[in-house]
């Protein structure tokens, strides 16, 4: 009897030690499927809706411009509500997204839907590092790995079964719609997070990190890491059809690129989890991409899937390394929290404009190439910017 007690009381200590980065994982999946969703279905919402490619634009403008903006007025935002009734709103804005989706019957309700999506994702995106700057503060490398490993999966995921489950219900709203499940999901594990991560223990404290160049100078390292990945997704299956590749092939790069992200955002950080200094691991994120870039303009027909797999890898340890950086900056979870959403939100509208950008320059030189030189140019100067993120410049450089 004693011994299925010990047990029973083991096996419920490792469910509440693994609890919270289940529930992290969770908020996680939530952030991406209403981005990539859209994109293996825009033919068939085109053609029923009439939306022109312009508008269609839209679908991913919008949330990442409500990523960008939404961290940048959390400091004032966030002393009216608790982090909590934050995110379980944003939660229940993405759910609504989906379950809008489900019955949709114009284009303007697909933007309208696609917007109220973005502000929940924006929302959750916001909060989430300083949730786990708070609940594993001895892990942050490792469990923003974890964070960021599921973010990326839940965009592949969702492009890779949106047709599918399309395919089977016989209307394209289906396959926007049913990822309302991922939020339902998220919200039920939130409400019953372990009661000791619950409340924030420092007091709030009002920052403004508008002043401060190193702020800005981390939110343009990761605006144009994830600019990057804003130009793959844009511009990769468009690029391998040109070279004679099938729209399924081409479709399915995106998911090689996703797998890697992946394994970039899951490894980098764990790699890196023994020391604070983790500009190595930044210069071999960003020196992989590099070569993955020159690969596409040198060698683009023959080695295609190592230089798209090379890239994913490189944009996924990217994203998982500057956030955690970032929160390296800072000890205190609230300011690191506060100093994420600000990069966050100035990144992500940095993200936002690069790929309007990069469409200039093809409509300008009629290819890709100079897509790809763009890219390459904006990586080299991130190697150099790379140079200064030295621990020990922290303090001074925060100044708190």
């Known amino acids: 009897m004693r011994t299925d007690y010990s047990k029973s009381n083991t096996q419920s200590s490792a469910l509440s030690s693994l609890w919270p980065i289940l529930v992290i994982a969770a908020l996680a999946l939530t952030l991406r499927p209403t981005l990539t969703s859209t994109g293996p279905l825009l033919d068939e919402i085109r053609l029923s ?16 411009l409500c990523m960008g903006i939404y961290p940048l007025l959390l400091p004032w935002l966030g002393k009216r509500l608790r982090e909590s009734t934050w995110i379980i709103g944003g939660l229940i804005a993405i759910a609504l997204s989906g379950l809008w989706q489900l019955g949709l019957t114009s284009s303007e309700a697909l933007i309208f839907s696609t917007l109220l999506g973005g502000i929940g994702i924006a929302i959750v995106q916001s909060m989430a590092p300083g949730v786990v700057k708070r609940w594993y503060p001895q892990r942050v490398p490792l469990t923003m790995g974890i964070y960021s490993a599921f973010l990326m999966a839940g965009g592949g995921i969702a492009a890779t079964f949106s047709p599918s489950v399309a395919q089977h219900y016989g209307n394209w709203q289906a396959g926007l719609g049913v990822w309302l499940i991922l939020p339902v999901i998220a919200l039920l594990m939130w409400w019953f997070r372990p009661a000791k991560a619950t409340q924030i223990t420092q007091g709030s404290v009002s920052v403004n990190f508008f002043k401060n160049r190193r702020a800005w100078l981390l939110a343009s390292y990761f605006g144009l890491a994830n600019a990057g990945y804003a130009c793959m997704i844009a511009f990769l ?50 020196g992989i991409q590099l070569l ?13 899937l190592l230089w798209t797999a090379l890239i994913g ?18 000890s205190l979870p609230n300011l690191a929290g506060a100093l994420t959403a600000f990069v966050q939100g100035i990144g992500f509208i940095i993200t936002a404009i690069v790929p309007y950008f990069a ?42």
């Open 49 to 64: 809706t009439g939306i022109g490619l312009q508008t269609a634009s839209l679908l991913v403008v919008l949330p990442m």
């Open 313 to 330: 890898a490189g944009l996924g340890a990217c994203f998982s390394l500057i956030l955690t950086v970032a929160l390296d900056h800072l």
């Open 292 to 304: 993955g870039f020159a690969g596409l303009i040198l060698m683009p027909e023959s080695l295609l």
């Open 359 to 400: 469409g200039a320059l093809h409509e300008w030189q009629g290819g890709f190439q100079i897509i790809w030189i763009m890219l390459i140019l904006t990586l080299i100067g991130m190697l150099v910017v790379t140079i200064r993120f030295n621990p020990d410049s922290y303090a001074a450089a925060m100044d708190y």
């Open 237 to 286: 299956p468009t690029y391998a059809r040109g070279l004679g590749w099938s729209a399924q092939s081409s479709g399915e790069l995106i998911g090689i690129m996703t797998i890697f992200q992946v394994i970039g955002a899951l490894g980098a950080p764990a790699l890196s989890n023994s020391r604070i200094d983790r500009r190595s691991w930044l210069f071999f994120a960003v």
